[in-house]
Nanobody, 125 residues
């Protein structure tokens, strides 16, 4: 049983910060890359960032570079998405995902096989 569970979303004012968590169960994150994606109402899914299985490589979408950071805590089998300087345009449901066969870091959503249920992030005054 492979499962990913996101948490940490909520309502925040522009310029604020949130840290999202992606907790893995049924498998060890050391063997998987993890991608973060988001989808706003009426919009297509967008790749936010990713981290390689060993944590040595990360990639970010241009829209979040310099504001978002992905990290891993192997002891907790959890990946984090630290979001700073949040903008209303960041409002979306955020998902984490893992590919079945690849350990590399990619923002291509079709690469991923296992998805969490998502957590809502709302940036508004």
């Amino acid at each position: 049983q492979l499962q990913l569970v996101e948490s940490g979303g909520g309502l925040v004012q522009p310029g604020g910060s949130l840290r999202l968590s992606c907790a893995a169960s049924g498998f060890t994150l050391d063997y998987y890359a993890i991608g973060w994606f988001r989808q706003a109402p009426g919009k297509e899914r967008e790749g936010v960032g990713c981290i390689s299985s060993r944590g040595g490589n990360t990639n970010y979408a241009d829209s979040v570079k310099g504001r978002f950071t992905i990290s891993k805590d192997n002891a907790k089998n959890t990946v984090y998405l630290q979001m700073n300087s949040l903008k209303p345009e960041d409002t979306a449901i955020y998902y984490c995902a893992a590919p079945r066969l690849l350990r590399s870091c990619t923002l291509l959503g079709s690469t991923y096989d296992y998805w969490g249920q998502g957590t809502q992030v709302t940036v508004s005054s």
